[in-house]
């Protein structure tokens, strides 16, 4: 082969790697749906409002759905796969077993918008714009949500206990775990401000009460008197294990800055909520500081971590696909 043949197919292999590339990243856009379903917002918005009225924690539970999808894999709906044939569901794993909840509202955000706008719109969207849509609703900000992510086709059920933050890990582990997916310290702590509302079963905190890390003793980063309050309600033994906790003890079902004042109160419910704080030399303790102090400066960083967070490598372009059905693949 000539050496000119050879530079014209290595030219046109490279262009074919620049294609499948720009696919595989093509940008997300608040403008995505503006000529396919334009409404979009407006039939996502309906169907929550109506959910909302019959369940005050929708919003933490779909935000929660939005948080576990996108650390397993990149924004790509699969946390809201079924079991099926080639499938294990990423439902029944560790971290989200008994803890996620809430695909019915999706389910019933899916039908609404196939209704108007059929094979439009993923069902990765629903969760980014449905978390937008109740923040808001709850006294929270708004924001521009970057669209255009496509729908997997599978599930990483082994990935989940490896990529989820949980509830008993030190602050350290959970700031690797961000920082696996290209997140820092703000994102990290601005996130963590959405336990700003929703509720917590006693299993997930009750180990701080009474023999915290086998002292024999509660954490000594909780408050006495909130400790009392939360033995009252989550007694030794295990029995009261399902029993539900506010997150945010002074205004449990808003979305303010409330969160970060109880911590610095010793008033955060979970061990991964109080570290932020009570871990010496930690970064994030001056951003919590921050945070307390100014509403407006808390609500403009979770604006950008929620961006930041829906961009974890989402599917785009050819890659995917639209689900008809959230709960399985087309």
């Known amino acids: 082969m000539s050496s000119s043949l050879v530079k014209m197919a290595i030219l046109f292999a490279s262009l074919l790697i620049m ?8 940008q997300l856009s608040a403008s995505f749906y503006d000529s396919t379903c334009s409404n979009v917002s407006s039939v996502v918005r309906g169907v ?58 999706v389910d019933e955000i899916k039908t609404a918008l196939e209704n108007v706008c059929p094979g439009v719109v993923s069902c990765a969207d629903i969760l980014a714009i449905s978390s937008q849509i109740l923040v808001s609703m709850a006294g929270g900000p708004t924001w521009q949500v970057q669209l255009g992510r496509r729908d997997s086709r599978t599930a990483n059920q082994a990935g989940v206990i490896g990529a989820l933050p949980n509830a008993l890990e030190t602050l350290e582990q959970i700031t690797e775990k961000f920082n696996n997916v290209g997140l820092d310290s703000t994102d990290l702590v601005a996130l963590s401000g959405a336990h700003t509302f929703g509720r917590a079963r006693c299993a997930s905190f009750s180990h701080r009460l009474y023999n ?33 906790t506010n997150l945010d003890r002074s205004s449990p079902d808003d979305f303010d800055n409330d969160y970060f ?70």
């Open 261 to 330: 004042t109880n911590l610095q109160n010793k008033q955060g419910l979970l061990q991964t909520d109080q570290e932020l704080f009570s871990t010496s030399g930690a970064d994030t303790v001056g951003i919590v500081n921050r945070f307390a102090d100014s509403q407006s400066d808390f609500f403009d960083s979770f604006v950008q971590s929620m961006i930041n967070m829906g961009n974890i490598r989402p599917l785009t372009g050819n890659n995917g696909e639209i689900r008809l059905d959230c709960k399985r693949v087309n």
């Open 19 to 26: 294609i499948m590339f720009s696919r595989s990243n093509a």
């Open 48 to 105: 929550v409002e109506r959910a909302a009225q019959n369940d005050v924690r929708i919003g933490a539970k779909l935000i929660r759905l939005h948080f576990h999808d996108c650390f397993v894999d990149g924004c790509d709906g699969s946390l809201l796969l079924d079991d099926a044939d080639g499938i294990e569901s990423e439902k029944s794993a560790g971290p989200n077993a008994g803890s996620v909840f809430g695909f019915e509202v």
């Open 212 to 244: 915290f890390n086998s002292s024999g003793n509660p954490d000594p980063n909780l408050d006495t008197t909130y400790l009392e309050t939360l033995r009252q309600t989550c007694p030794q033994g295990g029995s009261n294990d399902n029993t539900l």
